[in-house]
C-alpha cells in the first residue's frame, strides 16, 4: 500500500490536533479525483554527497500539489508552522549514511522508467512514533475526489 506524505508539520501539540483535523477535512474535499504514476528518479544532494534516493511523479501533479497547498494552508491557519519552500512531489527511496561511500548516480536508471498509474483513494493525517521500529497511527483520513 502506498502513503503519500504531502507535508511535514513537525510536532503538532496535542492541543492542535482537532483544530488541525477539522481544518483538513475541507481542503481535501475540494479535490478532484487523482491517478499518478512513478516516473524517473533523482537525488537530493550532490552525485559526490547524495542524502536522498527519490522516484518522481507523474499523472495529476498539479492537482496533487494544488492539494498539498490547501493542505499547507489548513495547518497554518490553525497557527502551525509550515515549510515555505515549493513541495516538490515524489516518492522517497532510501538515504544515503553520511560518510559513507555513496553512488550518487545510482538514481540515474530510473531516467527511463513509467511505473502504472494508481488512484490516491485517501490523504491520512498520521502520527508518527519515532525510535528504533517507526510507527504510524492514523488521527484522521478523508476520501479523495
Known amino acids: 500500500r502506498w502513503h503519500l506524505t504531502l507535508l511535514f508539520l513537525g510536532r503538532v501539540p496535542d492541543e492542535r490536533v482537532p483544530a488541525l483535523v477539522a481544518a483538513a477535512g475541507p481542503a481535501v474535499a475540494d479535490a478532484p479525483p487523482i491517478t499518478l504514476r512513478l516516473a524517473g528518479g533523482g537525488r537530493f544532494g550532490s552525485v559526490?554527497?547524495?542524502?536522498?534516493?527519490?522516484?518522481?511523479?507523474?499523472?495529476?501533479?498539479?492537482?496533487?500539489?494544488?492539494?498539498?497547498?490547501?493542505?499547507?494552508?489548513?495547518?497554518?491557519?490553525?497557527?502551525?508552522p509550515v515549510e515555505d519552500r515549493p513541495f516538490r512531489p515524489h516518492l522517497t527511496?532510501?538515504?544515503?549514511?553520511?560518510?559513507?561511500a555513496a553512488d550518487g548516480a545510482l538514481t540515474d536508471r530510473l531516467a527511463a522508467y513509467r511505473g502504472p498509474g494508481w488512484p490516491v483513494t485517501e490523504v491520512r493525517l498520521l502520527e508518527s512514533h519515532l525510535g528504533p521500529r517507526p510507527t504510524y497511527a492514523a488521527v484522521g483520513a478523508w476520501p479523495v475526489g
Open 48 to 80: 559526490r554527497r547524495p542524502q536522498v534516493a527519490w522516484a518522481g511523479l507523474d499523472g495529476d501533479v498539479r492537482a496533487l500539489v494544488d492539494l498539498a497547498g490547501r493542505l499547507a494552508a489548513a495547518a497554518a491557519g490553525v497557527g502551525l
Open 93 to 100: 527511496l532510501g538515504r544515503w549514511r553520511p560518510g559513507r
